[in-house]
């Protein structure tokens, strides 16, 4: 009798699950296990709250199925021992997970555990490509979208789904496990409220958020996307950052709808959503082949930026939206009321941290992975370091976004900021986003923490010092 562990990861799905296929096929019986590690890199409070409900929706489906989740925490190496040693197991299967340490972690993994003499196999769950697999002519990687985006075209994607075995052999007797409740993933003091209105994580979760974006939001992406005040996007950053949903589906879903419906407009939504889902992609290749990004900037003239050092009272204004610039403000309690920010905010709070308060954009970037349900390594260090000028594809250091400008453009009416500042619920349209300059300032509600002229030429200063 052969037995595997399928050892869950940033994977928590049944349907178009390698891993899990891989194990049926070839043992008979299988043992899912997720294990909480100490010792791998700190998750933030958001992320916690999102692996705790999803943990608990993978184990309801396994459980529909015959199977249960065993949760255990310690060492991975140790914790898989343990259950090798008390399940009998002959073979193990994982689907890989593209962080530098992750990466570290697994090949020790691999080759003590296959010292041990037993089977280890991994698969691609996450990506659509892997990171290898789109290169340059030369072998290099890319460190430029459109090129890329080119390149994985012409590759293709598998679209090829599969779906959920519809039962599954029990677990062995005799295996002892952690309880949900023993890993402590949500929060001690519930600030978690907001989290649980507007989020359903787990797999089932993560099919409607799907379905309703293709049927609702897809036929406008294109223009929606950049307004924080509709509901433009797919919201399923945390869904694919916890393996909820396969990339491949997101695809294939998308282009079962076009061909129903042979719209070219609904194409060109389409074409410009898929476009976002490979930057997902590219994102990912660029933290496999410059793994010291995640602190480091990939321009190395950045290094010598002169960022403030004197920041702390900024930086606490800035996570607690009170800075006084309503669209970062609206964007920073957003995120700490629901754990998301609108893609447009994102880069309008992180330019404001960045340039305006020359705070650095590592700091911008913790406080990201702290509160941010789809917190993602690789989409994190891409993001801030597109923003802050220092990463790939970058946009120009010199386009500092204005606040007002993009506040007046992207929510046109005021509608979002009103929604999380409600200091400016009274305050006309005209000078929602300027409210310093409206005929009576809003009380209750700051003045600017900076001159947004002033700063940016400052920021345009510290830039030219560093560009030679
Ligand atoms: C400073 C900054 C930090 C960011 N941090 C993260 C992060 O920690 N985790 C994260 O998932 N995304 C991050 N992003 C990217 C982006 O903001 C989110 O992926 C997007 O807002 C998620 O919303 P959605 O699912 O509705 O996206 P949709 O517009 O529906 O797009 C579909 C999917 O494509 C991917 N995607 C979309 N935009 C981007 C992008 N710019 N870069 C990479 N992938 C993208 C996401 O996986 C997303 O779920 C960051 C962006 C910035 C500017």
Same mark, same amino acid.
């Given at each position: 009798?052969?037995?595997?562990?399928?050892?869950?990861?940033?994977?928590?799905?049944?349907?178009?699950?390698?891993?899990?296929?891989?194990?049926?096929?070839?043992?008979?019986?299988?043992?899912?296990?997720?294990?909480?590690?100490?010792?791998?890199?700190?998750?933030?409070?958001?992320?916690?709250?999102? $692996?705790?409900?999803?943990?608990?929706?993978? #184990?309801?489906?396994?459980?529909?199925?015959?199977?249960?989740?065993?949760?255990?925490? /310690?060492?991975?190496? &140790? +914790?898989?021992?343990?259950?090798?040693?008390?399940?009998?197991?002959?073979?193990?299967?994982?689907?890989?997970?593209?962080?530098?340490?992750?990466?570290?972690?697994?090949?020790?993994?691999?080759?003590?555990?296959?010292?041990?003499?037993?089977? +280890?196999?991994?698969?691609?769950?996450? @990506?659509?490509?892997?990171?290898?697999?789109?290169?340059?002519?030369?072998?290099?990687?890319?460190?430029?979208?459109?090129?890329?985006?080119?390149?994985?075209?012409?590759? /293709?994607?598998?679209?090829? $789904?599969?779906?959920?075995?519809?039962?599954?052999?029990?677990?062995?007797?005799?295996?002892?496990?952690?309880? $949900?409740?023993?890993?402590? $993933?949500?929060?001690?003091?519930?600030?978690? &409220?907001?989290?649980?209105?507007?989020?359903?994580?787990?797999?089932?979760?993560?099919?409607?958020?799907? #379905?309703?974006?293709?049927?609702?939001?897809?036929?406008?992406?294109?223009? #929606?996307? #950049?307004?924080?005040?509709?509901?433009?996007?797919?919201?399923?950053?945390?869904?694919?950052?916890?393996?909820?949903?396969?990339?491949?589906?997101?695809?294939?879903?998308?282009?079962?709808?076009?061909?129903?419906?042979?719209?070219?407009?609904?194409?060109?939504?389409?074409?410009?959503?898929?476009?976002?889902?490979?930057?997902?992609?590219?994102?990912?290749?660029?933290?496999?082949?410059?793994?010291?990004?995640?602190?480091?900037?990939?321009?190395?003239?950045? &290094?010598?930026? *002169?960022?403030?050092?004197?920041?702390?009272?900024?930086?606490?204004?800035?996570?607690?939206?009170?800075?006084?610039?309503?669209? %970062?403000?609206? /964007?920073?309690?957003?995120?700490?009321?629901?754990?998301?920010?609108?893609?447009? %905010?994102?880069?309008?709070?992180?330019?404001?941290?960045?340039?305006?308060?020359?705070? *650095?954009?590592?700091?911008?970037?913790?406080?990201?992975?702290?509160?941010? +349900?789809?917190?993602?390594?690789?989409?994190?260090?891409?993001?801030?370091?597109? %923003?802050?000028?220092?990463?790939?594809?970058?946009?120009?250091?010199?386009?500092?976004?204005?606040?007002?400008?993009?506040?007046?453009?992207?929510?046109?009416?005021?509608?979002?900021?009103?929604?999380? +500042?409600?200091? @400016?619920?009274?305050?006309?349209?005209?000078?929602?986003?300027?409210?310093?300059?409206?005929?009576?300032?809003?009380?209750?509600?700051? *003045?600017?923490?900076?001159? @947004?002229?002033?700063?940016?030429?400052?920021? @345009?200063?510290?830039?030219?010092?560093?560009?030679?």
């Amino acid at each position: 009798m052969s037995t595997a562990l399928i050892w869950f990861r940033r994977d928590l799905r049944l349907a178009d699950n390698p891993a899990l296929l891989a194990a049926l096929a070839r043992c008979d019986r299988i043992i899912p296990l997720y294990i909480d590690m100490p010792d791998a890199g700190a998750d933030g409070a958001a992320s916690r709250w999102w $692996l705790h409900h999803s943990l608990a929706a993978l #184990d309801a489906a396994l459980r529909r199925r015959g199977s249960a989740l065993l949760l255990r925490r /310690g060492p991975a190496l &140790e +914790v898989l021992r343990e259950c090798i040693g008390a399940g009998a197991v002959t073979h193990l299967f994982w689907n890989r997970v593209h962080e530098p340490e992750a990466i570290a972690r697994d090949s020790g993994i691999k080759q003590a555990l296959r010292a041990d003499g037993i089977n +280890v196999e991994s698969s691609n769950a996450t @990506l659509l490509n892997e990171p290898w697999q789109v290169l340059k002519a030369d072998g290099m990687p890319y460190r430029v979208f459109t090129p890329y985006w080119n390149a994985a075209q012409k590759r /293709g994607f598998d679209l090829a $789904l599969t779906t959920a075995p519809g039962t599954l052999p029990p677990l062995p007797p005799h295996l002892h496990g952690d309880t $949900l409740a023993a890993l402590q $993933l949500l929060p001690r003091v519930r600030w978690d &409220e907001g989290l649980s209105t507007h989020w359903q994580p787990g797999e089932n979760g993560a099919r409607a958020r799907l #379905d309703d974006f293709i049927d609702t939001a897809l036929a406008a992406y294109a223009s #929606d996307r #950049d307004r924080p005040d509709h509901a433009g996007t797919s919201c399923l950053s945390p869904h694919l950052h916890f393996g909820e949903i396969s990339p491949r589906r997101l695809l294939a879903a998308v282009e079962q709808h076009t061909a129903a419906h042979r719209d070219a407009g609904l194409l060109q939504n389409a074409e410009s959503w898929r476009r976002q889902v490979i930057w997902r992609e590219f994102a990912h290749q660029l933290l496999h082949h410059f793994p010291h990004t995640a602190t480091q900037p990939l321009d190395a003239r950045f &290094e010598r930026f *002169p960022w403030r050092r004197d920041y702390q009272e900024d930086l606490i204004a800035w996570q607690f939206g009170d800075t006084g610039i309503p669209i %970062v403000d609206a /964007g920073m309690r957003e995120l700490w009321h629901t754990g998301w920010m609108h893609n447009r %905010v994102r880069m309008i709070a992180a330019s404001f941290l960045t340039k305006n308060l020359l705070i *650095p954009w590592q700091e911008g970037a913790a406080w990201f992975n702290d509160t941010l +349900v789809d917190a993602d390594l690789a989409n994190n260090t891409m993001g801030w370091q597109w %923003v802050a000028g220092c990463g790939a594809d970058a946009a120009p250091y010199f386009r500092i976004f204005n606040p007002v400008t993009q506040g007046e453009k992207f929510d046109p009416r005021g509608d979002y900021v009103r929604r999380w +500042v409600p200091e @400016l619920s009274s305050v006309a349209d005209s000078h929602v986003h300027q409210p310093w300059n409206a005929p009576q300032a809003p009380a209750h509600y700051p *003045p600017p923490r900076v001159d @947004l002229k002033a700063s940016r030429e400052q920021a @345009l200063a510290a830039y030219a010092g560093i560009r030679s």
